[in-house]
């Protein structure tokens, strides 16, 4: 079964077409990447994906259910999980609390209103497991903000990764981040088990090369390639996209 | 730990003071600290939503006032005196009515949310505001219900003194109950919501769901508050339903601090010993001295006086 099936997903903004008849699917444990100028409409596909715009027509299948028109919390419970290209984080809030929040996401104990959030044991060394993942632990007591940005967008991925989804969903995950960042975020996402379906976006291209099985190429709301990485890099309709130039991010 | 037990001094004080209140001060004291009490358990109420959730209700006076309203009729028109019975029904409606503009309400954010809120507060105060009709038979019109006496529970007949104990008693407990929900899970997704709706729903939170249950929860604490406050005064008017109610609240909400309860508190003890000083020698000023103090707030303390006090404290314990 098909970790994600996608069929022929339209979506438009007015009389603009943004995805037009857009149709893939990925296997269980699966990583796939899709990449595109920008504007060609990867975050559309990722706010439709997650629930937070309904498509014009069309249908997602995630682990077998029709969740098409289902909403973004219920899709979470599923077991899908995303990550934001701008960092999208609970500002005020201490760190280990964010990450809290995103762990209890998924679990029946988030309704519970007597109990303290940190009596909660093996969230709290969940939350230390994923905050060492990034280096992160000693600032547990910082509220988001008074973070850097890099370390923020680790946060951001992080959040994701909490709730041990089937399938992530991460939108240009290395944006902002340093070429030491980027190399630990990779690590991390090529160490995730085959319980875990990747499905990213990237301008990196080292990041799609080591972490991709399989791309595919969107330009202006259509899907106009698709392969392995190598078969990508030398397709002439990519390469015509690109203007024929790799973009690597500094 | 010794640390950690003294920065509990202030609180330890301002306990112990409130506890022998009656030993020390006269009647006209123990009333105004009962209302302190009584207004600011409303205004914890409020913070819930407003602090807390992030949502801006506007018409909170009428789950007190509501609450208020219908032990005073259960009293008048049904003569239901019992304690036990009419505090629940209290409660319970403000807590009714709660579930019912929470789920009109909650159909829109922001400040669309804020103009329902306010719309509904001001529907409430036009119905206990009615003079014509059974309706206004009922409710007393703009004369409002009195009568209501110091409750009598199993054979204990509170008076003043009395009953500035049980209210304390129960605003302790309710205080301590408000500030569990918001150290728990269910309030830190609130909190995450006032954050960032967006984030929260996409890591599973039923974001209308927690939204729906503050404001319930708001408004049966707000109906507690309005069983008390019935009882300490004796009588209920519209005054204390309408927008000029509920935006007192938020004077004491803006001037105490937001999203934390002792803010509540402290609003409401600066505002009413204000409003104690201030009648006693010029009435007629009160609403120029409320304003002035409120601007004052707004431009030097923005966040309320709370964060200043407790600056101030921290400041004398690291000298």
């Known amino acids: ?250 | 730990m010794k640390r950690g037990l003294i920065r509990y001094t202030p609180v330890g004080v301002i306990g112990l003071l409130l506890i022998t209140l009656p030993l020390y001060a006269d009647l006209s004291i123990i009333s105004l600290f009962t209302k302190i009490l009584i207004y600011g358990l409303l205004v914890m109420s409020l913070d819930l939503l407003v602090g807390y959730t992030g949502l801006l209700a506007f018409g909170h006076a009428a789950f007190f006032g509501l609450a208020s309203y219908t032990i005073a009729i259960l009293s008048k028109h049904f003569s239901v005196t019992s304690f036990w019975l009419a505090a629940p029904a209290g409660v319970l409606m403000a807590g009714f009515v709660a579930c019912l503009f929470g789920l009109v309400a909650l159909r829109v954010s922001g400040i669309y949310f804020l103009l329902i809120t306010l719309a509904m507060g001001q529907l409430v105060y036009g119905v206990v505001h009615t003079s014509v009709g059974p309706v206004g038979a009922l409710t007393g019109g703009s004369d409002g219900l009195g009568g209501v006496a110091f409750p009598e529970i199993m054979g204990f007949a509170f008076e003043a003194e009395t009953y500035y104990y049980l209210t304390f008693a129960a605003v302790v407990i309710c205080a301590l109950l408000l500030h569990w929900i918001t150290k728990s899970p269910f309030g830190y997704g609130l909190q995450g919501i006032r954050e960032n709706e967006i984030r929260a729903r996409a890591l599973g939170y039923n974001t209308w769901l927690y939204q729906y249950l503050a404001f319930i929860i708001s408004g049966l604490f707000a109906g507690i508050a309005g069983t008390l406050y019935v009882y300490y005064n004796g009588f209920i008017s519209p005054e204390g339903v309408g927008i000029g109610a509920s935006g007192l609240l938020w004077l004491m909400l803006i001037i105490g601090g937001t999203g934390a309860l002792w803010g509540s508190l402290l609003g409401s003890a600066v505002i009413l010993i204000l409003q104690y000083f201030v009648a006693g020698l010029t009435p007629e000023r009160w609403p120029l001295i409320l304003g002035v103090c409120f601007v004052a707030v707004i431009m030097f303390y923005r966040g309320g006086l709370l964060p200043q006090f407790i600056s101030l404290w921290n400041r004398f314990m690291n000298r």
């Open chain 1, 1 to 250: 079964m098909d970790v994600l099936r996608v069929e022929h997903l339209f979506q438009s903004y007015g009389g603009l077409s943004v995805l037009a008849d857009i149709s893939f699917s990925l296997s269980a444990g699966e990583r796939l990447a899709i990449i595109g100028p920008n504007g060609a409409g990867k975050t559309t596909l990722f706010n439709v994906l997650s629930g937070f715009i309904p498509p014009v027509s069309g249908r997602i299948h995630l682990l077998g259910t029709d969740v098409t028109t289902m909403s973004s919390h219920k899709r979470a419970a599923l077991g899908l999980a995303r990550s934001f290209q701008i960092n999208s984080l609970f500002s005020r809030l201490p760190l280990l609390h964010n990450v809290l929040l995103a762990i209890q996401g998924v679990q029946t104990s988030r309704y519970q209103m007597i109990r303290p959030i940190t009596a909660y044991r093996d969230n709290l060394v969940k939350a230390q497991e994923l905050l060492e993942l990034v280096g992160l632990w000693d600032e547990r007591k910082s509220p988001v903000a008074m973070l850097g940005h890099g370390q923020q967008r680790q946060v951001e991925i992080i959040l994701a990764l909490a709730s041990k989804p089937r399938l992530l969903l991460l939108d240009e995950p290395s944006a902002g981040l340093t070429a030491a960042e980027s190399g630990n975020l990779g690590r991390i996402i090529q160490n995730l088990t085959a319980d875990t379906t990747v499905f990213f976006c990237a301008h990196d291209l080292d990041l799609v090369f080591s972490l991709a099985e399989r791309v595919v190429v969107l330009y202006y709301g259509q899907l106009v390639a698709q392969g392995t990485p190598e078969q990508i890099q030398v397709d002439p309709k990519v390469r015509e996209i690109y203007l024929g130039a790799e973009q690597h991010d500094a």
